[in-house]
């Protein structure tokens, strides 16, 4: 097997390799065990490259009544801001004044007062021990600078706040990531304390004995190769997908619910915002976001049930695209917001307890459940991974005679000096230390000539698209564009315009040959099409 250690016996054999996954394998591995992580697809192939890229501290999961909850996301987020600056970015927040509301089970809004936003802001300044809320007034010039976002009456038609009346409403703090980096970052992390990780390595059967299990029979994507691998424990982290991979493990009262989040990607020259908007969706009431992103606007969410098979790539249906059109067109109606303004979408399948409610109300709290052998581990949230992480081993810890559980918490990441460079400024160099850790500095090394540029409209540099196809386990086309960067997400058509270039930088670092890298290419751009792009209308989908 391609890179495979051979001939080792394994203390935790770790199935799926999103933030779940990769949090567990990075703390197992500091705590002294010899760990494994396989996944089928890509690091970050699924949910954790395509969540909402926010770092939600307590405000969202105390609305829900989530004290615990809350507590928790915040003491997280902040460790994520300390030690992953570059990566882990404060993101600015701000609610309209009349989109205090979250909504009711019935899909309506039901109201949550100004005073009790007020107050639960003042619970997450405690949490976090310092002020980060207020009200801004619109009348004043300064409030209104900061709220320019919110008012769509006050948008020019190039974007920019115009004199007209901006309505006030509250600001507070919250925190965005690149999430695909942060699972590659965590990944990175693991690997400095001894673990391995492999990607396109597919589980064939569980390894079953006595009732227990024992390891997995794995297979190798790319040359076939098949290996048995035992462990003394595994950890089945494939979230929504954990029921195809346990189907004959003991039933569970737990059901879990796939639901489906879906968003847009605009370009920043048609909604130039500096601040991220929370705002209530004018059918329904639900509470809609918009937040810079990596040089480009998102926009989302949905949440609705995912009723296709999980076999198939979650995309966006056309409803949904209508759906979060339509809360930015009434948002700003001054920048005449169409389709066409739409860079790309992504759709990510999460899955959930299933408590019978509507799937906006479904609570998202993590679940474990556990035989001998194995334990499984679906659902919870970006932010607090190394939570469920520590969760989980305390489950691993009742099977593994002789190993005790230290529930310490290390600083996320070893801290990484930002390289001191003349010839690039401060913030590009903290992005790179907080994406690239301790790789920073040959990456930077490796850059050819013209390379430490960005590509054009994004902030990613051509350095990092060397380095990643030099270094970053990228097997597929698709590995580079949509996970190890975001140019898949943040260009047009995929990026397709920028192959080319791509071409003579990465295809002899990946030993590809001409006939391989047209291959990719192909299937790249055939797969993005449906998957990322904006959906047909039915009449278009009947022309084709």
Request: charge should be positive; proline fraction near 5%; include cysteine.
């Amino acid at each position: 097997m391609t890179n495979f250690p051979p001939g080792r016996d394994w203390d935790i054999l770790i199935i799926g390799g999103g933030i779940t996954g990769a949090g567990i394998l990075l703390e197992a591995a500091r705590r002294g065990l010899k760990a494994l992580l396989v996944e089928q697809r890509d690091f970050a192939w699924g949910t954790s490259s395509r969540s909402s890229k926010l770092v939600h501290g307590g405000l969202r999961y105390l609305t829900e009544g989530g004290l615990r909850v809350a507590r928790d996301a915040v003491r997280e987020r902040e460790a994520l801001l300390r030690a992953a600056p570059g990566l882990v970015e404060a993101q600015g927040f701000a609610f309209a004044q009349g989109a205090l509301a979250v909504a009711a089970q019935d899909g309506a809004g039901a109201a949550v007062t100004r005073p009790a936003y007020m107050t639960m802001l003042r619970m997450v300044d405690l949490l976090t021990g310092r002020r980060e809320h207020g009200w801004e007034r619109g009348s004043d010039r300064a409030g209104a600078s900061r709220m320019a976002a919110l008012g769509g009456a006050s948008q020019g038609g190039s974007g920019g706040a115009a004199s007209t009346r901006i309505p006030g409403g509250i600001r507070y703090t919250d925190a965005k990531t690149d999430d695909a980096r942060l699972v590659l970052r965590v990944l990175d992390e693991a690997r400095l304390h001894g673990a391995t990780a492999l990607n396109y390595v597919t589980v064939q059967a569980l390894v079953r004995d006595g009732g227990k299990v024992h390891g997995a029979m794995l297979r190798d994507e790319r040359s076939g190769a098949e290996h048995a691998v035992r462990a003394r424990v595994v950890v089945n982290a494939t979230g929504a997908w954990s029921d195809l991979l346990d189907r004959d493990g003991p039933a569970r009262t737990a059901r879990l619910r796939p639901l489906r989040g879906t968003h847009l990607v605009l370009p920043s020259t048609r909604l130039p915002l500096t601040q991220a908007l929370s705002m209530l969706h004018p059918l329904d009431g639900r509470p809609v976001f918009v937040f810079p992103w990596e040089g480009v606007i998102l926009a989302g969410t949905t949440d609705v049930d995912h009723d296709e098979a999980l076999a198939r790539e979650g995309r966006i249906t056309r409803a949904e695209f209508e759906y979060l059109m339509a809360a930015l067109q009434a948002q700003f109606p001054q920048q005449a917001l169409d389709e066409a303004d739409v860079v790309a979408t992504f759709a990510s399948v999460r899955p959930v307890a299933e408590g019978g409610t509507a799937p906006a109300q479904e609570r998202r709290e993590h679940l474990l459940w556990s035989e001998p052998g194995m334990i499984s581990v679906a659902g919870g949230k970006l932010t607090t991974f190394r939570s469920i992480a520590l969760d989980v081993l305390r489950q691993v810890a009742l099977q593994l005679p002789g190993w005790q559980l230290r529930s310490d918490r290390a600083p996320v990441f070893a801290r990484v000096a930002v390289p001191a460079r003349h010839d690039l400024p401060a913030g590009i160099l903290r992005r790179l230390a907080g994406r690239h850790g301790v790789h920073v500095k040959p990456l930077l090394k490796a850059a050819q000539a013209g390379e430490l540029e960005p590509v054009p409209g994004t902030q990613t540099l051509w350095a990092e698209l060397r380095w990643a196809a030099r270094a970053e386990q990228v097997h597929r086309l698709d590995d580079l564009m949509l996970r190890r960067t975001r140019l898949g997400l943040q260009l047009a058509d995929g990026g397709s315009q920028v192959l080319p270039r791509i071409r003579a930088i990465c295809q002899a670092e990946l030993g590809w040959s001409d006939e391989h890298w047209e291959r990719e290419v192909a299937v790249y751009l055939k797969a993005w099409r449906p998957q990322y792009g904006v959906p047909a209308t039915a009449q278009r989908a009947a022309m084709h």
